[in-house]
């Protein structure tokens, strides 16, 4: 290996050549193991036409016997659809194990995203090679940003038959890791996880059965953080038994939508939080103001005038004393 311009770690190159397209094999490291139909026909049809303009990566690998490709796996696979004999490629020494994932990261960083489970499932293998689950050194070494190893290592924490889920080739198929990385904080909650009813994986099919059946209590991936808040609203008021009746009957019928999570008092109290806040920043801030600074503000105060109407209104409704 050597090091580039910028300290990042690039194979040896030896040489750019062609070679046989039959020559080449994938590579079973590939973070990019997702090819959709429609990007993958327009790709073909293009090489169908000029051919291949940018050379694949690609090493010889001895135990193989063949040419292990590092970067243009959609490239070689339209070559072959459309009959080329052979592609142009730029060879270069063959990786270790973590060399050759951190390579295929480094490639097609700035390039399009690729599905994160597939993309997961390899920084697994590297976590697994190094003994490093540190985020920000996942990052730096792969060239991913630090969010999408968060992300990532969220999607490694689900159960093997739901990784799978995001992993079918037919897109229309396929679960977006979107779902599951929402889902997570709800599966993660500590209170979710003490409810003697909760039982981890029954909860996730139970979720996703709910999601992708319509009407059936959840109308979007975002709906996971709704049922987060509730649940958290319900812990500061003290309404645990509560939460747990209903987020238990939420899960089993269907016809529930997560309104049903709702309790009033939580939300009054949150509600209630919210506003002390930022009643003390507002006291604070005109305690701290000079009145004949702010002389001319008018639109400041005819706004401060309607607080303080609005605020005796409200007093008054509640039945307190307005002094």
């Known amino acids: 290996m050597s090091t580039d311009n910028n300290g990042t770690l690039v194979p040896k190159t030896i040489g750019v050549k062609t070679i046989p397209t039959n020559d080449l094999i994938p590579n079973p490291h590939n973070p990019r193991m997702l090819f959709d139909k429609e990007p993958m026909k327009v790709l073909e049809e293009s090489i169908g036409k000029v051919g291949i303009l940018v050379p694949l990566t690609v090493f010889w690998s001895d135990s193989k016997r063949a040419y292990v490709i590092l970067d243009g796996q959609r490239r070689w696979t339209c070559a072959q659809k459309v009959g080329l004999g052979t592609v142009p490629v730029n060879e270069v020494a063959e990786p270790t194990l973590v060399q050759n994932i951190v390579t295929m990261f480094q490639i097609h960083k700035l390039r399009e995203d690729w599905e994160l489970m597939p993309t997961a499932l390899k920084l697994e293998v590297l976590m697994g090679e190094l003994k490093e689950t540190n985020e920000k050194k996942l990052a730096a070494l792969t060239g ?26 037919d897109p229309q198929q396929r679960v977006k890791a979107d779902f599951f990385i929402e889902l997570h904080a709800v599966v993660t909650d500590r209170l979710v996880n003490d409810m003697e009813w909760f039982k981890r994986n029954k909860f996730i099919q139970r979720m996703l059965e709910k999601y992708q059946t319509k009407g059936a209590g959840i109308k979007s991936v975002t709906d996971f953080r709704v049922i987060k808040q509730h649940i958290s609203n319900a812990r500061r008021a003290n309404r645990v038994a509560t939460i747990t009746k209903r987020l238990h009957e939420f899960v089993q019928d269907d016809s529930l939508g997560i309104d049903h999570l709702e309790i009033k008092s939580a939300a009054v109290h949150e509600t209630v939080k919210r506003m002390r806040k930022a009643i003390e920043y507002l006291t604070r801030t005109l305690n701290e103001i000079e009145t004949e600074d702010y002389y001319g503000e008018e639109k400041l105060w005819n706004e401060l005038e309607g607080l303080a109407s609005l605020t005796k209104k409200k007093i008054l409704e509640a039945g307190r004393r307005f002094k």
């Open 144 to 169: 991913l940003d630090q969010a999408v190893v968060v992300r990532c290592k969220k999607l490694l924490s689900f159960p093997k038959k739901h990784q799978n889920l995001m992993l079918d080739p």
